[in-house]
């Protein structure tokens, strides 16, 4: 995305990541409009002094205050070397939601400026076509007709999931490697809390005698033993996705990009340590009840 030099009102100038959209735009990509309205077919072809902005640039460049109706000013490029919208100061008419806007690893744009274009304009670079149904055939007519129109001119067609699966491909390689290793931490996970737990019910084996002793029944002890285990498991597992849940939020921050958080993996991880414990405390209960009070008293 390029840069260009803006001045919020009663601010400081400083660089902010532009594009030139027609409207449609973000319907078509399925960007929200947070506030406010999108450009129209006119103001478009009239390049209009008009923008919307992300919601991350609204909160820099305005923080604390309604982002509608401010206004921005254009400062003159410092190079040649890029384009930069005709108008000095514009008007902002929406605000939008936080999109990546280059590559992936860029992560979410700190800052978006939006200015009105139609697809006429001679700086316009893409054309993006939303289609229904079956994709490979709707491809091929867009680019017979673009071809037709434009014959001397060099013209490539591909799907908006082609282009982005050159960027998504090293992150699914990641993700399919590091499927083994958490698997294996799964594993590990509740060999730990099983054996820890198990070590700690069998610690018990003279409480469990001294309670049989004293007329509890076996069934009313592997209940209290293994509720109790349940709790403390559910316990620690609530804390561990609280933890997870700040650390995936300090990586968030460093690395500006935004975490994909999966409800169902967070919630089988939990059950695993919460299943474990009941396992690790049910099956030692129900051996040292099975003994004798006298065996179990007289037990180290």
Not at 71 to 91: E, F, G, M, S, Y
Not at 139 to 150: S, T, Y
Not at 193 to 200: D, R
Not at 268 to 273: C, E, L
């Amino acid at each position: 995305m390029p840069l260009l030099r803006v001045t919020p009102q009663a601010g400081v100038t400083q660089s902010a990541g532009f594009m030139a959209v027609s409207p449609g735009y973000f319907d078509t990509l399925g960007v929200r409009v947070l506030r406010g309205r999108e450009f129209t077919r006119a103001e478009a072809e009239q390049h209009a002094a008009l923008i919307l902005v992300s919601e991350a640039t609204a909160r820099l460049f305005w923080p604390g205050r309604d982002p509608i109706d401010q206004k921005l000013d254009i400062a003159p490029p410092l190079t040649d070397r890029h384009r930069q919208p005709a108008v000095t100061r514009a008007t902002v008419i929406g605000i939008v939601e936080d999109v990546v806007n280059g590559t992936l690893l860029d992560g979410v744009a700190r800052t978006s400026v939006y200015f009105p274009a139609v697809a006429a304009d001679p700086e316009a670079g893409w054309l993006l076509v939303r289609t229904h149904g079956d994709a490979a055939v709707p491809e091929n007519r867009i680019a017979k007709a673009l071809r037709d129109a434009h014959p001397a001119t060099a013209i490539e067609v591909g799907a908006l999931r082609q282009h982005a699966a050159v960027q998504v491909w090293s992150f699914r390689l990641f993700s399919n490697a590091s499927s083994l290793p958490a698997a294996i931490g799964l594993l590990l996970a509740f060999a730990g809390v099983y054996g820890v737990v198990a070590f700690l019910m069998t610690q018990r084996t003279r409480e469990f005698g001294i309670r049989m002793a004293l007329g509890a029944t076996a069934g009313r002890i592997v209940r209290n033993v293994v509720s109790t285990a349940i709790r403390t498991a559910t316990l620690a597992a609530v804390l561990g996705l609280f933890g997870t849940a700040g650390i995936m939020r300090g990586i968030a921050a460093i690395s500006g990009l935004r975490p994909v958080i999966s409800p169902s993996i967070y919630t089988a991880g939990a059950v695993i340590v919460v299943v474990a414990a009941a396992i690790a405390s049910l099956i030692p209960a129900m051996r040292a009840t099975k003994l004798d009070p006298s065996a179990a008293l007289r037990a180290d």
